[in-house]
T-cell receptor, first 115, second 116 residues
Framework: GDSVTQMEGPVTLSEEAFLTINCTYT??????LFWYVQYPGEGLQLLLK?????DKGSNKGFEATYRKETTSFHLEKGSVQVSDSAVYFC??????????????FGKGTKLSVIP | DTAVSQTPKYLVTQMGNDKSIKCEQN?????MYWYKQDSKKFLKIMFS???????INETVPNRFSPKSPDKAHLNLHINSLELGDSAVYFC???????????????FGPGTRLLVL
């Protein structure tokens, strides 16, 4: 079945450090790929997405490129801030029939940024 | 304006009780979902539902049942609550899609359920 694997956390970085959170997927088709972010005590918010190979999603300084050859969608940010502290989820999305699409999430990576 | 809302935000109840969580979306979306997030933050799809069909994750116990009075609502009813049902439950919605371009799912704020 479809699955998403992302690096285990927690990840602790100093402010202005470079961030990479790895994500790889397995799927029978060609899924759309997403990064969602969950701030403490809140629901999930879409951070960025890519719908086909070589697409780059970007938002708030975060970037991820859909790499079909390596089945990866790694999240990067050049300089993290304390306000980026959250749990980050990688997800793949495939059509599951009858007009519905199923999101398969990775287990989440908790990021803590210290001043 | 809240796009996807859930009530209650917190729910504490005893084992064996029956409870419901309500979800409403004002985005005009055709498809709604329920997810369960466990204590380790792992998110798992429970149901997806649109005006055509209910798709159930086969691992979800039949004590859980979604009920949709109309297109804007998908409530989650849970019978005979167990300790292991304690989790955060998220509702989400997305537009029905033709062509497969990766539409976003919009999530509610979550309902934190604690079964004692």
């Amino acid at each position: 079945g479809d699955s998403v694997t992302q690096m285990e956390g927690p990840v602790t970085l100093s402010e202005e450090a470079f961030l990479t959170i790895n994500c790889t997927y397995t799927a029978t088709g060609y899924p759309s790929l997403f990064w969602y972010v969950q701030y403490p005590g809140e629901g999930l918010q879409l951070l960025l997405k890519a719908t086909k190979a070589d697409d780059k999603g970007s938002n708030k300084g975060f970037e991820a490129t859909y790499r079909k050859e390596t089945t990866s969608f790694h999240l990067e940010k050049g300089s993290v801030q304390v306000s980026d502290s959250a749990v980050y989820f990688c997800a793949s999305r495939l059509y599951s029939g009858a007009g519905s699409y199923q999101l398969t999430f990775g287990k989440g990576t908790k990021l803590s940024v210290i001043p | 304006d809240t796009a996807v809302s859930q009530t209650p935000k917190y729910l504490v109840t005893q084992m064996g009780n029956d409870k419901s969580i309500k979800c409403e979306q004002n985005l005009g979306h055709d498809t709604m979902y329920w997810y369960k997030q466990d204590s380790k933050k792992f998110l798992k799809i429970m149901f997806s539902y649109n005006n055509k069909e209910l798709i159930i994750n086969e691992t979800v116990p039949n004590r859980f049942s979604p009920k949709s009075p109309d297109k804007a609502h998908l409530n989650l009813h849970i019978n005979s609550l167990e300790l292991g049902d304690s989790a955060v439950y998220f509702c989400a919605s997305s537009p029905e899609e033709s062509g497969g371009s990766g539409e976003t799912q919009y999530f509610g704020p979550g309902t934190r359920l604690l079964v004692l």
